[in-house]
């Protein structure tokens, strides 16, 4: 029995005497409901983004408001300021691995709903009653995944 793996299914000759009537095989894991946690997570990441932002300009308000005060002789300590740093500093990391974990999670949806639009097609030939349109559809399938390589 010849057979070609693929992601997310895979094509296999019913058996040795006819190898030109494939069977496709789908791979029938699970996939998370990608539209709602999808939306919750850009829901969360626009809260944590905008706080973020806030937070940077609390920080930098605090360290002119520290300058100031140092200027005008209205204190002898400058320590205040290295809060102001601290609170940019923290902001600034988080705004950054908030970005660099929303790349990531887009890159996986994108993935997961392009193995979603596979299952899909391959449904849709699996149900196919005309063996010729079947054999076109699964070789142009296996055409398109061996291009994408």
């Not at 930098?60 to 809060?83: E, Q």
């Not at 902001?91 to 709903?113: D, H, M, P, Q, R």
Request: charged fraction near 25%; include cysteine.
């Amino acid at each position: 029995m010849k057979v070609i793996k693929m992601d997310n299914f895979k094509i296999s000759s019913a058996n040795i005497s006819n190898p030109i009537s494939p069977k496709l095989e789908i791979d029938d894991s699970p996939t998370i409901d990608t539209n709602s946690y999808h939306k919750e997570e850009l829901e969360m990441n626009k809260v944590i983004i905008i706080n973020s932002i806030f937070m940077i300009w609390v920080g930098i308000i605090t360290i002119i408001v520290c300058i100031a005060c140092y200027i005008f002789k209205l204190t002898d300590n400058f320590y205040i300021g290295i809060s102001g740093v601290f609170i940019d500093f923290f902001s600034g990391t988080i705004l950054y691995l908030v970005n660099n974990s929303t790349k990531t999670k887009n890159e996986y949806f994108k993935e997961s709903a392009k193995v979603d639009s596979e299952r899909r097609i391959v449904k849709l030939i699996e149900s196919s009653t005309d063996e010729t349109f079947r054999q076109k559809q699964i070789a142009k399938l296996v055409e398109n995944y061996c291009q994408g390589k």
